[in-house]
């Protein structure tokens, strides 16, 4: 298996944009998604293939993606937003799946 | 609208065995993967596996693949009569005390529907 490296934490004050990040060798050819829990519900999904948004997720998550690196950008952080981040990929062969530790975001 | 509905809570003594199970609805059952998630107390998601129905109309079997981190301590599988999924342990132990996520893998191979959880708490 393979690791999804993301930072523990982030903080942002209201208002201000958040950038949260997670890297592997394999998201040079495999995609990433994006998924924000919040305490007691299920997972989300919030960003698929890199940068693509669902229907009915704001505007103002976007994901982008640089050689090992991928990027969740929350444009306007609201209070709402303080949760669990997860970014998920797949290994270079496309088999199997992982997760990243997860990133909590705090709205100051 | 789809939709996955997981069975409730469960308490299991050690060594006790146990099968829950995800159904769901408002979509074509047997043509979408579904997953199942480890989320143990204060920690992170952990894939387990998945299970491809099979659909009879595209000639696709059915297919189960697990992560190695899980393979020969869990089983999947499906029934497509019933739209569900399941996910069994034949011996619980303490560790395996935490929620477990069902999730459709729909669009671009993400999980975009999950079901609610299902708590699962091994205690002697």
């Given at each position: 298996s393979y690791e999804l490296t993301q930072s523990p934490s982030v903080?942002?004050?209201?208002?201000?944009?958040?950038r949260i990040t997670c890297s592997a060798d394999a998201l040079t050819t495999q995609y990433a998604y994006w998924y924000?829990?919040?305490?007691?519900?299920?997972?989300?999904?919030?960003?698929?293939?890199?940068?693509?948004?669902p229907s009915g997720i704001p505007e103002r998550f976007s994901g982008s993606s640089s050689g090992t690196t991928v990027t969740l950008t929350i444009s306007g952080v609201q209070a709402e937003d303080e949760a669990d981040y997860y970014c998920q990929s797949a290994d270079s062969s496309g088999t199997y799946v992982e997760f990243g530790g997860g990133t909590k975001l705090t709205v100051l | 609208e789809v939709r996955l509905v997981q069975s409730g809570a469960e308490v299991k003594k050690p060594g006790e065995s146990l099968k829950i199970s995800c159904k769901g609805s408002g979509y074509t059952f047997p043509s979408y993967w579904v997953g199942w998630v480890r989320q143990m107390p204060g920690k992170?998601?952990?894939?387990?596996?998945?299970?491809?129905?099979?659909?009879?109309?595209?000639?696709f079997e059915s297919d189960v693949r697990y992560s190695p981190s899980f393979q020969g301590q869990v089983t999947i599988s499906a029934d497509k009569s019933i739209n569900t999924a399941f996910l069994q342990w034949s011996s619980l132990k303490a560790s395996d005390t935490a929620i477990y996520y069902c999730a459709r893998r729909g669009i671009a191979a993400a999980?975009?529907?999950w079901g609610q959880g299902t708590l699962v708490t091994v205690s002697s």
């Open positions: 903080s942002v004050s209201p208002g201000q944009t958040a924000r829990q919040t305490p007691g519900q299920a997972p989300v999904l919030l960003i698929y293939q890199d940068t693509e948004r | 992170g998601l952990e894939w387990m596996g998945f299970i491809y129905p099979g659909d009879s109309e595209t000639r999980f975009d529907s």
